[in-house]
């Protein structure tokens, strides 16, 4: 496996919750930085949040205090904790596993929140 495979998606109500995984390849996980990325419909895909082989983690401004990054080296998966919903996260959610010679991508889950 080489394309990381996302899940999680789904609908929820405005003030929800939901986590995502990201199963990504195994043996460069834990030299890798690991994003969820997202893109709604007519926008460029954006960064939601990252986390570096040393748990190092960066959050867009828009989902600070309401989302969460996490990893687990021990089963090559990332998580996005979501919380707080709101209807402007409405996107497909994509996992990215980046190296020094590598950037792969998943195919994305779509997570929709309704108002």
């Known amino acids: 496996q080489v394309q990381p495979v996302e899940s999680g998606g789904g609908l929820v109500q405005a003030g929800g919750s939901l986590r995502l995984s990201c199963a990504a390849s195994g043996n460069i996980f834990s030299f890798s930085t690991m994003g969820w990325y997202r893109q709604a419909p007519g926008k460029q895909r954006e960064l939601v949040a990252t986390?570096?082989?040393?748990?190092?983690?960066n959050y867009a401004d828009s989902v600070k205090g309401r989302f969460t990054i996490s990893r687990d080296n021990a089963k090559s998966t990332v998580y996005l904790q979501m919380s707080s919903l709101k209807p402007e996260d409405t996107a497909v959610y994509y996992c990215?596993?980046?190296?020094?010679?590598?950037?792969?991508w998943g195919q994305g889950t779509q997570v929709t929140v309704s108002s």
């Open positions: 990215n596993q980046n190296g020094r010679w590598f950037d792969y």
């Open positions: 986390i570096t082989a040393g748990s190092i983690t």
